[in-house]
């Protein structure tokens, strides 16, 4: 069966600076996978090498079976094939929610204004933002800004989504319905690569868990066996430093248990 993603010895570097060492990686139709690890450790970068937005130095890259890697599609290809969902929202700003949802797939796709304000509109109501087609980035909270973007990437109707540290950028109180968003897009059947530091959100939504650390995959497994029995010493290193933020929950077995 063809993957959604697969990446086959995938090096990147900026100048003398190795970001990534040979990463192999795939990604199933419908699966949902989280990459964790310290920072620094090319997680950002495989996700903009996945999405075309970084040349890679050496290897392989598919989306359904179709080598993006080198500029091989248009943007229109590109654009059904994965959204990508940046810290910051890059958003508009002298444009409405509804404007800044619906002006890629008119540009890009070629679709007519008035079918792309009805898909916009069902799809800001869709993130909980049905009351705010005519307001301007700036008169949106973060969280809200960032479901704007969440919005704007999936009116392209892409089959792969990509988030790379999406509530990064928020404040403490308004993460919570931007990860609201994405659980409901993970249990819709969309198939998601999340880079996070959310690691109580990557152990409850994932199918499954990915370590980087160096420019490599460390170690990935289902969120239960990671979290609780890792394998390898660096993955364990990281694990402890992490729960001395997100406390023994992020350790501790369903239930309680440990």
Do not use: Y
């Not at 959604?4 to 990534?20: D, N, P, Y």
């Not at 990686?25 to 075309?52: D, F, H, M, Q």
């Not at 704007?148 to 950028?169: G, H, Q």
């Not at 993970?186 to 199918?207: C, D, K």
């Amino acid at each position: 069966m063809v993957a959604a993603v697969e990446v086959r010895g995938l090096h990147k570097s900026f100048g003398a600076l190795t970001v990534l060492q040979g990463v192999d990686l795939r990604i199933e139709e419908k699966e949902v996978v989280s990459v964790i690890g310290p920072s620094g450790s090319g997680k950002s970068t495989l996700a903009r090498c996945i999405c075309c937005l970084e040349e890679i130095q050496q290897g392989e890259i598919l989306l359904h079976g179709e080598r993006v890697d080198g500029g091989r599609l248009r943007n229109k290809a590109m654009a059904h094939l994965v959204g990508m969902i940046f810290q910051q929202f890059n958003l508009w700003p002298h444009l409405t929610t509804l404007e800044n949802v619906c002006l890629a797939p008119v540009r890009v796709l070629g679709l007519a204004p008035e079918a792309a304000q009805e898909r916009g509109a069902a799809l800001l109501e869709r993130v909980g933002l049905g009351d705010k087609l005519g307001a301007r980035p700036a008169q949106l909270s973060g969280g809200q800004q960032q479901r704007v973007a969440i919005a704007r990437a999936l009116a392209m109707e892409p089959r792969i989504m990509l988030f790379d540290e999406p509530t990064s950028a928020l404040d403490p109180e308004l993460v919570g319905e931007v990860l609201e968003v994405m659980t409901d897009l993970a249990a819709s059947g969309m198939t998601m690569l999340i880079i996070t530091h959310e690691m109580l959100f990557a152990r409850e939504v994932s199918h499954r868990v990915i370590f980087m650390a160096d420019g490599n995959i460390v170690e990935e497994g289902a969120p239960e066996a990671l979290f609780l029995n890792p394998r390898m010493p660096r993955t364990k290193s990281f694990l402890h430093r992490m729960s001395a933020h997100f406390g023994t929950a992020l350790v501790a077995e369903e239930g309680g248990r440990r």
